[in-house]
C-alpha cells in the first residue's frame, strides 16, 4: 500500500518554474514506478513523466520535453517535478502516481495510487 500527497503548486508567470513534491508512505517505494499526470478542465488525463523505480530511467510527454525534470529520492521516499519555462496551457491539476511494477507506462489505468492532486496555473 502506498499513500501519495503533492505539495508545490501554485500561481506563476509564463516563463516562470515552480517544483512539485509528491511524498509516498510505504516501505516498498523504492521498488516502485513513479509517475505525474495532469488535468486540465474539460480534458481527460494525461501523462506528464515517470521514472523507473532505480531513477536511472525517465519518460516524457513531447509537450513537456526539455522543460520538465523528473527526480526521485528514494532515501526520503520523494518524488519531484521540476517545472521550467511554463506555459499558460500547463495551467492543470497535477497528481502523483505509483504503479508496483518496474514496467513504465504511460496511461492513467496503469497506475494503482493516486495522491489528491496540486493546482499549477500559468497566467500568460
Known amino acids: 500500500q502506498v499513500q501519495l500527497v503533492e505539495s508545490g503548486g501554485g500561481l506563476v508567470q509564463a516563463g516562470g518554474s515552480l517544483r512539485l513534491s509528491c511524498a509516498a508512505s510505504?516501505?516498498?517505494?523504492?521498488?516502485?514506478?513513479m509517475g505525474w499526470f495532469r488535468q486540465a478542465p474539460g480534458k481527460e488525463r494525461e501523462f506528464v513523466a515517470a521514472i523507473n523505480w532505480i531513477g536511472g530511467s525517465t519518460y516524457y510527454a513531447d509537450s513537456v520535453k526539455g522543460r520538465f525534470a523528473i527526480s526521485r529520492d528514494n532515501a526520503k521516499n520523494t518524488v519531484y517535478l521540476q517545472m521550467n519555462n511554463l506555459k499558460p496551457e500547463d495551467t492543470a491539476v497535477y497528481y502523483c502516481?505509483?504503479?508496483?511494477?518496474?514496467?513504465?507506462?504511460?496511461?492513467?489505468?496503469?497506475?494503482?495510487?493516486w495522491g489528491q492532486g496540486t493546482q499549477v496555473t500559468v497566467s500568460s
Open positions: 502516481a505509483a504503479r508496483g511494477s518496474t514496467v513504465v507506462v504511460k496511461t492513467p489505468s496503469g497506475y494503482a495510487y
Open positions: 510505504g516501505r516498498a517505494f523504492s521498488t516502485y514506478v
